[in-house]
C-alpha cells in the first residue's frame, strides 16, 4: 500500500520470544483478551494504565491487539535493555480486517486522534518513519515528534498467526532462541531496529 508516496509493506509488533508458541497458537491478542493467558509483557505498567479507558467509537483501547507502524520508536528505546525481544513482522493484508483503526500517535496520548482505515492519509508519515524523534529546545515539538513516531494500527480482538509473515532479531542469540519456541518464519536480524 502506497500512502502519501509511503510504501507501506509490513507492520511491527514488539514481542517477548518467551511468548512465541502461544503466539503462534493463538495469534496476537489484546491486552484484555491476553489476561488469561500467562504470558511475558514488555510494556510499562504506567502506560497500561493510560490505556485503560474509552476510545471516541465506544470502546475500550485494551480491546484491541496493537501494532506500530515502524518498530524503532520511544517504545523500543525504553526497552533496549531487554535482551530477549523481536519484532513480529505483520502483512499489510491487516489493515483490510474488519473494525481495524488507526491512532495518528501513540493511542495511550491524550491527544490521539483516531481514524478508519481509509483515512490512513491523515497520519503524518514523514514524522512516523522519522529515524529520530529529537528536537533540542523545543519541548513541544519534541513530544509531537515522540508521539506521532509510535502510531498505531488497532485490530480488534487479536491478529490471526497467519498474518504474521516473520521476525527481526538482534542477533543470531536470540534467533535461535525464537527458532526453539517453534518460530517457523524468515527471521532477519536486524541490530539498528533495536539501537544496537
Same mark, same amino acid.
Given at each position: 500500500?502506497?500512502? /502519501?508516496?509511503?510504501?507501506? !509493506?509490513?507492520?511491527? /509488533?514488539?514481542?517477548?520470544?518467551?511468548?512465541?508458541?502461544?503466539?503462534?497458537?493463538?495469534?496476537?491478542?489484546?491486552?484484555?483478551?491476553?489476561?488469561?493467558?500467562?504470558?511475558?509483557?514488555?510494556?510499562?505498567?504506567?502506560?497500561?494504565?493510560?490505556?485503560?479507558?474509552?476510545? @471516541?467509537?465506544?470502546?475500550?483501547?485494551?480491546?484491541?491487539?496493537? +501494532?506500530?507502524?515502524?518498530?524503532?520508536? @520511544?517504545?523500543?528505546?525504553?526497552?533496549?535493555?531487554?535482551?530477549?525481544?523481536?519484532? +513480529?513482522?505483520?502483512? $499489510?493484508?491487516?489493515?483490510?480486517?474488519?473494525?481495524?483503526?488507526?491512532?495518528?500517535?501513540?493511542?495511550?496520548?491524550?491527544?490521539?486522534?483516531?481514524? @478508519?482505515?481509509?483515512?490512513?492519509?491523515?497520519?503524518?508519515?514523514? +514524522?512516523?518513519?522519522?529515524?529520530?524523534? !529529537?528536537?533540542? /529546545?523545543? @519541548? !513541544? $515539538?519534541?513530544?509531537?515528534?515522540? !508521539?506521532?513516531?509510535?502510531?498505531?494500527? *488497532?485490530?480488534?480482538?487479536?491478529?490471526?498467526?497467519? *498474518?504474521?509473515?516473520?521476525?527481526?532479531?538482534? /542477533? $543470531?542469540?536470540?534467533?535461535?532462541? *525464537?527458532?526453539?519456541?517453534?518460530?517457523?518464519?524468515?527471521?532477519?536480524?536486524?541490530?539498528? +531496529? =533495536? =539501537?544496537?
Amino acid at each position: 500500500m502506497i500512502v /502519501n508516496g509511503t510504501k507501506i !509493506t509490513e507492520l511491527h /509488533n514488539i514481542m517477548p520470544v518467551n511468548n512465541m508458541s502461544s503466539v503462534l497458537r493463538f495469534g496476537i491478542l489484546s491486552h484484555n483478551r491476553a489476561a488469561n493467558i500467562q504470558h511475558e509483557s514488555v510494556a510499562s505498567p504506567f502506560i497500561q494504565e493510560r490505556r485503560n479507558k474509552k476510545i @471516541p467509537n465506544g470502546s475500550f483501547l485494551h480491546d484491541y491487539a496493537n +501494532l506500530y507502524f515502524h518498530a524503532r520508536n @520511544p517504545m523500543m528505546f525504553s526497552i533496549k535493555s531487554r535482551s530477549e525481544i523481536c519484532v +513480529l513482522r505483520i502483512s $499489510e493484508n491487516v489493515l483490510n480486517v474488519p473494525r481495524t483503526i488507526m491512532s495518528d500517535r501513540n493511542a495511550a496520548s491524550d491527544f490521539a486522534r483516531y481514524y @478508519p482505515v481509509a483515512e490512513i492519509g491523515q497520519l503524518d508519515f514523514d +514524522l512516523i518513519y522519522a529515524r529520530d524523534w !529529537t528536537c533540542p /529546545n523545543n @519541548p !513541544t $515539538e519534541y513530544f509531537r515528534r515522540k !508521539t506521532a513516531k509510535c502510531a498505531e494500527v *488497532l485490530v480488534m480482538d487479536k491478529i490471526s498467526p497467519d *498474518l504474521i509473515m516473520g521476525a527481526y532479531v538482534r /542477533n $543470531e542469540t536470540v534467533q535461535k532462541k *525464537l527458532e526453539k519456541q517453534g518460530f517457523n518464519r524468515e527471521v532477519l536480524i536486524n541490530d539498528d +531496529l =533495536f =539501537f544496537g
